[in-house]
């Protein structure tokens, strides 16, 4: 069992760090980039800050995104440190949905390559 814990838009990346750090940690923290609910909503750019900040803090961390991801908002995530990609109607809209993985798996390995 992994534990994780996830951040909706509204909260603050501050309210996980006693979660990281505690005696029991969480190991993974998905920073919503859409309010949860439904698929095919548009990635809010402004979540990134969060992702910054946990990567700087956690290296090793386990950074997960959720909402409007594709082949036009992978590399910001991607760069700001995310490593866990949640991507629903980029893929399953897409003609050769294995692609469209292929792409966003490189788009981290790069990323992580030049951190
Ligand atoms: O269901 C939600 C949010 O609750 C979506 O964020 C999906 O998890 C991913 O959908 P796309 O944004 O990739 O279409």
Redesign the pocket.
Known sequence: MRPGVALKPGTSVEEVYPLVEGANPVEMVLVMT?E??????KFMPEMMDKVRSLRNRYPSLDIEV?????PSTIAEAASAGANCI?????VFGAPEPAHVISLMRKSVEDAQKNS
């Open positions: 859409v949860p609910g439904f698929g095919g909503q959720d909402g409007g991801l594709g949640v991507a629903g109607s980029s």
